[in-house]
């Protein structure tokens, strides 16, 4: 038998293998970090909004910190609806003035969305792919950020918007009027298109690229210069892909390669409203909106905790467990209604949060919902941020924070290997390492009925009589065989670990 530095017994090499796997997670900072998603128009004031004036020039419009975002309608002059006019003049600095909340709370990732020069305040209609919209700053300001971010062991991700640009592009416009331009291969052009070339959803603002060019690939991620490259030489940690499910698995996987190739250890995740089977190898993770789906209707009771767990496992058996860690879970963005509106019942916030947090996967806090903010759509998601309500007497920070607490307290929920448990009216699950006492086991009950259920942790590393501890509650049970008798309240849920005693371990031969 050998002994690792840990003291660790190995019978098998499976054993061995499974340590190996998990110390190399462990050291992957891609895997299971906690990832906080900022909309830099709307995060923090600006102190120079005197100077940047000029950039917001009808039909562009400049609003008070105070103001609530309201759906307007469609300007015909420029083929975009108001509200995407509509700005609160947040810019890079303002948001690193700031950043000391976004540390507080224990985040590991600041994800932007889009930084690109654009028309609009969304800025998914890029004019300039490789400049950062003016009012915004500067590409130095975004060297600046990322040095802080390290400085503070923390990591920088963009939003790359690669399927379409904006009308305005001065890239478009070359190639809308010159039939010999190098560009007009980027587009497709036609009088079977209503607007004359193809449009992303038939928003006319948004121009889509013909991504089989390799003349646009070279430019986007293929060259040493291309887009994607030098953010990351310039010091940015990955990218996240807007509508990645469009680009398709071919171009997805030669991007992400060459993020690779750039930097090793950068990370490309997907937007991908699609079941996670097929997409995974192609880039590093997903944005996990199949897992959303999953959490949502089983906390509102549209399915049943036994479904619940059924479509989980079938999903990690599905995909690949190493990209499933790197992967996202995401309850609440910029495209939805904010997790407060979306779940009016409190109790029901607080199972998905749960779920969110110790499901495989990095959970993305969306600024702003830590603190309860509320929001329906475009635009009522995209509210200024209420920095009145970051404070030490606000339930839902402090809820946030003992979540993120629990997460990084407990290595198996950001490492750990996922295992169904064989419930039918709890959502049941466990987080396995190669370490005994890491293991977690989730319970959670969704129903407005107390629940009395005889579970199996599934785990021979259980001890018999052996004590596990709800982190959330305090709550000790005692397992008998390899089962536990859970009694669960109404909406409730609990996150058992195992507990050791003083003294005296029956773990002390287990690994």
Known sequence: MKKTSKTNLYHTDADKLNTDTMLVREADWRIGPIVYQVFVDRFAPSDQLSAKVPYYQAPRKLHAWSDVPLRGHLNEDVKVWTHELDFWGGDLQSLQSKLRHVVDLGADVLYLQPIQDAFTNHKYDAQDWAKVAPEYGT?????????????????????????????????????ASDLDSPYRSWFFFGEQYPSGCRTWAGADNLVEVQIEDPSLQSYLWGDSDSVVQQYLKDGVDGWRLDTAYELGPKFLAELTRAAHEAKPDSVVIGEAWNYPQGWLPAMDGIMNFYARRVVLEVVIG???????????ERMVQDAPIESLLKSWMVLDNHDTDRLKSLLPDARDQKLAQVLQFTLPGSPVVYYGSEIG????????????????????????????????????????LRIGDYVALDCERLVGFARHTDQALDTVVVLVN?????????????????????????????????????????????????VFKYQDTKGYSPYKRVP
């Not at 549209?302 to 619940?308: D, E």
Request: aromatic content about 4%; hydrophobic content about 40%; overall charge positive.
């Open 446 to 494: 969704p129903t407005s009925e107390v629940v009395t259920e005889v579970v199996s942790f599934r785990d021979g590393r259980l001890m018999n009589g052996a004590k596990v501890k709800d982190l959330l509650s305090g709550v000790e049970i005692i397992c008998d065989t390899g089962f536990a008798v859970i009694e669960m309240p109404p909406k409730s849920a609990r």
């Open 302 to 312: 549209r399915i049943s905790p036994i479904s619940a767990n059924r479509l989980l």
């Open 139 to 175: 590409r130095q300001d975004v060297i600046d950020l990322a040095k802080e971010l390290h400085a503070n062991g923390m990591r920088l991700m963009l939003d790359g918007v690669f399927n379409h640009m904006g009308r305005r592009s001065p890239l478009f416009q070359a190639a």
């Open 373 to 412: 903010m509320d929001g329906q759509g475009d635009p009522g998601s995209r509210a200024p941020m209420r920095w009145d309500l970051v404070t030490a007497k606000n339930p839902e920070l402090a809820w946030m924070k003992k979540l993120i607490k629990l997460r990084k307290g407990n290595r198996a």
